[in-house]
Structures are given as structure tokens and as C-alpha cells.
């Protein structure tokens, strides 16, 4: 069980300001979704937290700054799945699953039977142990996405940050992982931080929102306080509707302003 | 398993298989690797102006041991095979293996794969180094090493020296291009030098040539001993990298989410892979090819897992150096051809079948 908490959190990219003077705190075993237009930030407050882009400010994982901590640390504590992971042509799932075993050998060190066996656990629980010998490039999209999941998984982090884990998928393995990382974070106790570009499962699955424009955290709370119409009218420059699903969170729909004729229909 | 909708109990996995799909030296390519090897040393011990017998050969390698030591081959032909032959083999070993397993130890550190060992200018420093002291110190020697190889060791270092100082001023080593560009450029750099010295001391010219297309040439065990603890020192170092360089493939970003230091494992092999190549480059010229054809034709034919390619490489280098050179020295006896030309010549083609009969899948 650990909390992250950013203080005051800048980033810069060259002289461009991307997010200025966030502070957020994720309790243990929350959901936290990052949400907002593109370009508000949310992926690179991923990056910041796993440290792979400097900031000013303080990021902290259980009380401890994260600056300090050395890589290893880290990826001890931090688990990310990127948006778009690199999975090497040729290589197998359960090399590349392998590979988040990292973090807990020694520079020169070899992956030993404990690490077969955490692999082989989780390969069984994400159902890609009879792909385990697959190479990354036969894999369909959301075997990929899960492959990409169990890497994060095996370096054993009580953090888990993943970068839009539903984009280029279907309706249904969207809602396979989402449900398989809501699960996971039940069985493990993980934290888990989000960055969603779909609302509606964002409202669905986490337990918070965290509404981020130009850098900026406009609003943060439970997901029937941030998913309003005028909101996202306002941040989004969209035109929504959002409805409430009896129990099973709020459906945010986007709604045209003209709709156009049938095709063949002649407009008098 | 699912057979007609009905969920199979796994059949138990045997104990040691726990993972399937894990890269494994395959035993038939190492056993081959091996032979290959032998093969080619022994071939390379037998051919030559001198006609000498297996059963020579195997008694003058015998003969040091004792117990074996009651052999009564003829003193020259000895004296042939352990100051001429044997140590030309065991270089020509050293050479390749070392050239085979650096540049696949180039190809996974900058995740390219047209890196060879000479990518960031060692080839160029140490045509410079070379040339200079052919053309301004002809004979000279320092502290009783010829310099030509000093020479060239310290063009060879100084040049990858200089391109890692040029890209990580220019990206800050935060990716490889810039440390791939300023290796372009220093070699640029070096060899307009190179080529301005070798054009104004026309003279030297055959012995600059015959120097930057390779030899191996060596008298008695000196080359063997000046490029020993290098190659070994650099082998071992980068078959200690095999994990981390299949999981440097995952890209920078992603490695360093490991917890591993992309910078740390680029500059460590990278130095490990110069000091070696700077040191056989020195002895042999800069042979072409070989740090490119052999990691690829490994590749090609037994998989891309680094835990494969760098010992293979460091095998089948060897064997494949050694085989060109006795094919260099006999070819058009009683002159010899220049190694690179073999290796290219040899080398070109037989990649092409390979490349040509996996169906380049695996590049």
C-alpha cells in the first residue's frame, strides 16, 4: 500500500512550461485518472513520476522524494506501461515479461528461479501463458496491451502507472484491460494512476479524477463532481451530453448540433 | 486447452521448463560453432608453401606436453609451425572473434543494424594513427613496440574518444544519432587527414594501402601477446552485458523505467568493444566486414536474443577470420591477398544466401 504525492510540481520542456504548480496526492490503493484535452500534461506527469523527465518541485512515494532514490529503487516502486511500448520483432512474451525482473537484479545479475516463477505466475493470471514463446510482433493488440502489463507487473510495484491504456483497442478488450488493471489493484493493493482520454471509462473505473488543462489541475474529486456538461464544455470546447447510468457511472456523450440529412433525402 | 468447449487441466510443466520461450545458446549451434573453429585451425596450420602432415601437426602441439613429448618432428618444420602458422591461426582467432563480438555488441547498443565496430571512427583513427607513423617515423619503435600499432591503438581510442565527447555535447547522449553523427564525422575528419598525408608522401603509399586493407602477418607470438589481454578483457566484458543489452532493445525511455541506465550500459560496452577493436586494429589493419556479416548471419539463422548472438558471434568470427586468411595467403601464393578483400569477397556473398534463403525476417 503507497501514496504518491506531488508538491508544487513544474515541468519544462526546453523554456516551454507543460505543468506548473500541481499538487496531488493519490492515497494507497486509489485510482487516480488523469483526464483532460491533449497536450494538458497528463502523460508527462507519468514521466515525471517514473522520473524519466526532470521537474522542479517534489514528488514523493510513501514519504520518500523520489529524486533520491536510485533507479532501481524505483522501478521497485514504480511500474509504468507506456502508451505505446516498444516490443522488439523476435522477441518472446516471456523474455519481454522477463525483462521487468529487472529492477531486482544486480548490474551483471541473472533473472534466477524466483523470477521464472513470479513470470510464470503472472503470464497465468493475464491468460499469455500459452503465448508465452509468441514473438511480440504475432500479437494481436490487446495481447499486446496485456504483455506490456505483465512487464509492469513483474517488477513487483505497489505503483502502477499507465499511459491510455485503452487507445487502439476495441470496445471489448478496452473494457478487458481496464477491468483486468481494476482487479489486479484489488488482489495487489496497487495505486494506480491513470492518464484516460475516454471519459466515460475514466468516470467508470476510477476512483477519482483529476481534470488537468494547459498544465494545469482545474478540478479534482469523485467522478459525478468533475464529469459536468459545463465543465467539459468549458475544457474541452466539446458539446456533451452526460448521463447517468443507474449505478454504473455516467456516460459522457458527445452531441452534434446538426445533424446532416440522409443520404438521397433532398432538402427542400 | 479448449476442446470442444471444455476446459483441459494443463498438463504439468516439467520442473526445469518453468518459462517457455526463453533465449538458449542451442547446444547444435555452439557444438558447431566449435568445430567450425577447429576445422578451420587445423586447415589453417596445414596449408602453406611448406608441405607438413597431420601427423606432424599433432605431434608438434603434442610435443610441449609431457608424456606426449617423445616426438621427433623434423626442427624446421616445428619451427614453422609454432613461430609462423600456429600463431597466425591463433591471431587470426583472436581477430575475428573479437571483431564479430564488437560489432554486435555495436549493433545492440545503438539498436542499429548497420553498426559495426568501426561505427564511431575507430577504423578512421586508426588509418590516421597508422599513416602518420609510416610517413614520418618509418622503422621507429617505443619502448621496443613498433610503432606502427601503437599508433594506430592510440588513433583508434582517440577517435571514439572524440565522437563520444562530440554527441554528448550535441544530445547529450539522450539518444544515439548524435553519438552516430559525430562518429560519422570524426571519421570524415580523420580520414581527409589520412588521405591528404598518403597523397603528400607518395612513397609510403604501398605500405599505408597494404596496412589499412589488413593482414595478419606476425612474427612469432608478439601480435598474439600485444592483443591477448585486450580481446579477452573486452569479450568478457561484453559477455557480461548479454541481459542488458536484449533489454537496452526495448529503447531508452523504457530501459530506464527498469531501473537500468541506458548511459551506463552504452558507455561501458562501448568503451569494452573500442579498447578491443582499437587493439586488433592495430595489429590486423581494418579489416572490413566481418563485425557486420558475421552478428547478422547469426542472427538470421538462430535467433536476435544477444544471450545467443555475442557467443555465437565470438565463435564463428573466428572461425570465419581464420578461414579467410588462409585462403589470403594462398590464393594467389606465393603473394598474399589482402585480408579485407577476402572477407568482403567471401563474406558478400555468402551473406546474401543467407539473407536471401531466411527470407531477411529476422533483420
Known sequence: ??????????????????????????????????????????????????????????????????????????????????????????????????????????????????????????????????????????????????????????????????????????????????????????????????????????????????????????????????????????????????????????????????LPSPPGEVVP | MLILGRRLPAPPAPPLALLQGLPRLPWVWAVAGVAALLGAAILGVLVGPVHIGLGTVVQAVLAPIPWFGASSVDPSQASILWSLRIPRVVLGALVGGMLATAGAAYQGVFRNPLADPYLLGAAAGANLGATLAIAFAPGSSLIGVNLVPLAGFVGAALAVAGAYALGRTVTGLRNTIGLILAGVAIAAFFNAIQTYIQQAQTNNIRQVYSWILGRLVTAGWDGVLLVLPYVAISVAVILLHRRLLDALSVGDEEVTSLGISARRVRLIVVVAATLGTAAVVAIAGTIAFVGIIIPHTVRLLVGRSYRVVIPLSLLFGAAFLVLADTAARTVAAPAELPIGVITAFIGAPFFIVVMRSTRAAAL
Open chain 1, 1 to 258: 500500500m503507497t501514496k504518491v504525492e506531488l508538491r508544487g510540481v513544474g515541468i519544462a520542456y526546453e523554456s516551454e512550461v507543460v505543468v506548473s504548480e500541481l499538487d496531488l496526492t493519490v492515497s494507497s490503493g486509489e485510482w487516480l485518472a488523469l483526464i483532460g484535452p491533449n497536450g494538458a500534461g497528463k502523460t508527462t506527469i507519468l514521466r515525471a513520476i517514473a522520473r524519466l523527465v526532470s521537474y522542479q518541485g517534489e514528488i514523493q512515494i510513501d514519504g520518500k522524494a523520489v529524486h533520491n532514490l536510485t533507479g532501481r529503487e524505483l522501478a521497485r516502486r514504480v511500474a509504468m506501461v507506456m502508451q505505446e511500448p516498444h516490443m522488439p520483432d523476435g522477441m518472446s512474451v516471456s523474455q519481454y515479461v522477463l525483462l521487468g525482473r529487472s529492477p531486482h537484479l544486480t548490474y551483471f545479475g541473472k533473472e534466477g528461479r524466483t523470477d521464472h516463477r513470479v513470470v510464470a505466475d503472472i503470464l497465468e493470471r493475464l491468460s499469455l501463458d500459452r503465448l508465452a514463446a509468441r514473438p511480440l510482433d504475432h500479437l494481436s493488440g490487446g495481447e499486446r496491451q496485456r504483455a506490456a502489463i505483465a512487464r509492469a507487473l513483474a517488477q513487483q510495484a505497489p505503483v502502477l502507472l499507465v499511459d491510455e491504456p485503452t487507445s487502439s483497442l476495441d470496445v471489448g478488450r478496452q473494457q478487458e484491460v481496464l477491468e483486468l488493471i481494476d482487479a489486479l489493484r484489488a488482489e495487489q493493493g496497487l495505486t494506480v494512476i491513470a492518464a484516460m482520454h475516454e471519459l466515460t471509462l475514466a468516470g467508470q473505473y476510477a476512483d477519482r479524477l483529476a481534470l488537468l488543462v494547459g498544465g494545469k489541475l482545474v478540478a479534482v474529486g469523485a467522478p459525478a463532481d468533475v464529469l459536468t456538461e459545463p465543465a467539459i464544455a468549458i475544457h474541452y470546447h466539446a458539446h456533451v451530453r452526460v448521463l447517468s447510468l443507474n449505478g454504473s457511472g455516467r456516460a459522457v456523450v458527445p452531441v452534434r448540433s446538426h
